[in-house]
């Protein structure tokens, strides 16, 4: 018989848009004995998961809990539960995850239409609330903080343009949660899509989502709709049900609410390590986790530009988790992520679509994005790019981060 290894995955500095690195508090929860689903000792746990998810949500939405799998189910079980087939979905795309939402909301059989703003910038809100007022759509879904290409939208008038035509809006806040403001009731945000392996540092596997009563009325509606027709003895074909049982928020909300309807098996290990990832975040702060990001984005920037390095997208709209930088002529972008693995321990991300082989991106997510590690990866790109013979000016970098956390000290 074949012999495997034993398991000793390799300790890396992971400073991409995620997964990142997992606090030890988490990886230890995930270590506990698992309990039955119904056991009350369980069901509490998951009651304080939804309590804590309001919190960093910034809502009072009743619903607010986790779905089972990675960032995109929670975007598919809310898309797939709100969007009956012909329904008009507007999406300003900016990036990578804008067309996810696209492809996403076709699947469901919605009449999309889009908007484009070219990639490295946002849109001005005026211009989504114009297309709000012409499409006037049933649905508007967009993205919060695009990791693709480093860039935050603002939100400024575009939660009540949706309210104005009766549409609703949902966001993916998957890359900001944690990280980066997203203040789900202020800004009139009816659906709202988080992930966990990106700035709440827990393992990729859980998508926590929240979302308020007018996403709940259209679930119920169709809810009805499908009772009443079942009763009827129309076939299912003519029922516009939601297409997925798994990702049915009507029966996902009855299993999280005190009826506990059965659905599926919670997955107990990731909600151990999602209920402390939050206690985590919460006993840090918002605000305090909010402007630890933007310190060491501060800091990480400061370097990359004492080095020589040009970064890519419009400086107003940069998303503080996700920086990204152009690759200097003369080096195989690949070749210095390579290195950067294999002799550092650190890892980088590349890019894909029109910015393949064009810029790295680095993050600076959660667990991550700490001092040691901004000025790790600094040391090492300026060693690795003078490696490759690039022009960069050697021994800024350092001095011009530990500059920026000497003054951030002082204020
Ligand atoms: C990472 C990411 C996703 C997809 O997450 P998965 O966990 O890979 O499914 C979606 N949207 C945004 C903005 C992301 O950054």
């Not at 018989?1 to 990886?27: A, C, F, N, Q």
């Not at 909301?105 to 005026?126: K, L, T, Y």
């Not at 012409?134 to 879904?141: D, L, N, Q, W």
Request: with cysteine.
């Amino acid at each position: 018989m074949r012999t495997y290894k034993d398991l000793s995955p390799s300790l890396r500095t992971i400073m991409t848009p995620g997964p990142v690195e997992v606090d030890p508090r988490v990886l230890r929860a995930m270590s506990y004995p698992i309990l039955g689903q119904f056991d009350p000792e369980f069901t509490e746990l998951m009651n304080e998961t939804m309590e804590m998810l309001r919190d960093v949500f910034q809502t009072n939405n009743q619903w607010a809990f986790p779905i089972d799998g990675t960032s995109r189910s929670g975007i598919e079980a809310v898309l797939v539960s709100i969007i009956e087939p012909g329904d008009k979905v507007l999406v300003p795309i900016y990036g990578r995850f804008g067309n996810l939402l696209v492809e996403i909301a076709e699947r469901c059989g919605a009449e999309v239409a889009i908007i484009e703003q070219e990639w490295g910038a946002v849109f001005d809100p005026i211009d989504i609330i114009t297309a709000i007022e012409r499409e006037k759509p049933t649905i508007v879904a967009m993205v919060h903080g695009e990791t693709s290409t480093g860039c935050i939208q603002k939100f400024d008038g575009i939660g009540a343009a949706c309210r104005e035509v009766d549409a609703l809006l949902v966001v993916d806040a998957v890359a900001t949660i944690g990280g980066v403001p997203v203040k789900t009731d202020e800004w009139l945000l009816d659906a709202v899509i988080g992930g966990t392996q990106k700035c709440l540092s827990v393992p990729s596997g859980m998508s926590p989502i929240t979302y308020n009563d007018r996403i709940e009325a259209k679930v119920m509606r169709r809810k009805t709709i499908e009772r009443g027709l079942r009763e009827k003895g129309a076939p299912i074909s003519s029922v516009k049900a939601v297409a997925s049982n798994y990702f049915d928020l009507g029966m996902l909300q009855d299993y999280w609410s005190p009826k506990r309807l059965n659905h599926h098996t919670e997955a107990t290990t990731m909600l151990y390590a999602l209920r402390e990832g939050l206690r985590i975040v919460l006993q840090e702060g918002l605000e305090e986790r909010f402007s630890r990001h933007k310190r060491h984005e501060a800091a990480l920037v400061a370097g990359l530009q004492a080095m020589g390095l040009t970064l890519y997208g419009d400086p107003l709209c940069k998303l503080p988790v996700v920086t990204c930088i152009r690759i200097p002529s003369g080096v195989d972008g690949e070749d210095v992520r390579s290195m950067l693995l294999n002799s550092f321990g650190i890892e980088i991300a590349s890019s894909f679509g029109p910015l393949k082989g064009q810029i790295w991106r680095i993050g600076t997510m959660g667990f991550s994005c700490n001092q040691k590690n901004v000025l790790h990866v600094l040391g090492a790109l300026e060693a690795t790019l003078h490696w490759y013979g690039v022009d960069v000016s050697v021994g800024k970098a350092l001095q011009a981060a530990l500059a920026v956390y000497a003054h951030k000290r002082e204020e």
